[in-house]
């Protein structure tokens, strides 16, 4: 009450040693409120339940990949267990800033993530691989360095970020070396990049995971692979200064990497 009384600038009690009374604006107030005071509490009460009972929506911006393979693997376990608990992905492959867009949390190689998030490792490393079918290799000579690359078709992704086509990026003993590839086809998302690449329309650039069950049965051949060290993989990153609730708390620790 006295937080009210700073806010409005008027006394509403009149305080004494013995009693507490309503001043002329108490007593108004109360006439114009005093009817909402049980609904106001059952609301409150309700929030409190909110509080201590998880539940409500949490919102997720990232790839479509890491849906399959990471995050509805870990979170469908926690949904049966908490039905009032739920979850909207975003599948995005632009840099979304979160708390504009209101977001809870993203996605993202732990290197993109802003330096005042708090990101946690949902995965294992990772490495790069380089790929295409047997059939192109059939055509066309491996790539023996990066820069070979230049002269084979490559299957490009434009991140809608940055606007470009995406660098492909390599490394080997400390060296790192970026280069800008050229070919038949454009993706702004790696859903099909698979797919292209199978159908021998040239090299594709992506996590090997995107490419484990195709690499194990022989369909697509890895190239390059002394210059794809491994990195820091995939990480849930969320503001440093929100306080999380219930449901998005039960969230983190259902997709942080035990360690």
Not at 110 to 115: A, I, L, P, R
Not at 189 to 211: K, R, S, V, W
């Amino acid at each position: 009450m006295s937080g009210l009384e700073s806010r409005l600038n008027i006394r509403l009690l009149t305080r004494t040693t013995r009693s507490v009374s309503p001043t002329a604006a108490g007593e108004r107030l109360v006439r114009a409120i005093g009817h909402r005071f049980d609904q106001i509490e059952e609301e409150l009460d309700a929030l409190t339940a909110l509080r201590e009972k998880p539940a409500g929506t949490v919102r997720i911006t990232c790839g479509d990949h890491i849906i399959r393979t990471t995050l509805l693997p870990k979170l469908m376990p926690l949904l049966h267990d908490y039905p009032d608990i739920k979850i909207e992905f975003d599948i995005n492959y632009g840099f979304r800033d979160i708390v504009a867009d209101r977001f809870d949390a993203g996605v993202r190689f732990s290197e993109t993530v802003d330096k005042d998030m708090i990101a946690i490792p949902i995965g294992p490393d990772l490495k790069m691989a380089a790929v295409a079918s047997p059939g192109y290799f059939a055509k066309n000579p491996k790539p023996k360095t990066p820069r070979d690359l230049v002269n084979h078709r490559c299957i490009n992704i434009r991140f809608p970020t940055y606007g470009g086509l995406d660098v492909w990026e390599f490394e080997r003993r400390g060296r790192k070396l970026k280069v800008r590839v050229d070919g038949q086809l454009i993706f702004n998302t790696t859903t099909h990049i698979a797919d292209a690449a199978l159908g021998g329309m040239g090299i594709a650039y992506l996590p090997e995971e995107e490419f484990s069950p195709y690499l194990e049965g022989g369909r697509l051949v890895r190239v390059l692979e002394d210059w794809c060290p491994p990195f820091s993989g995939y990480h849930l990153y969320y503001p440093s200064r929100r306080q999380p609730s219930p449901a998005f708390s039960l969230v983190v620790e259902a997709l942080r990497v035990a360690g």
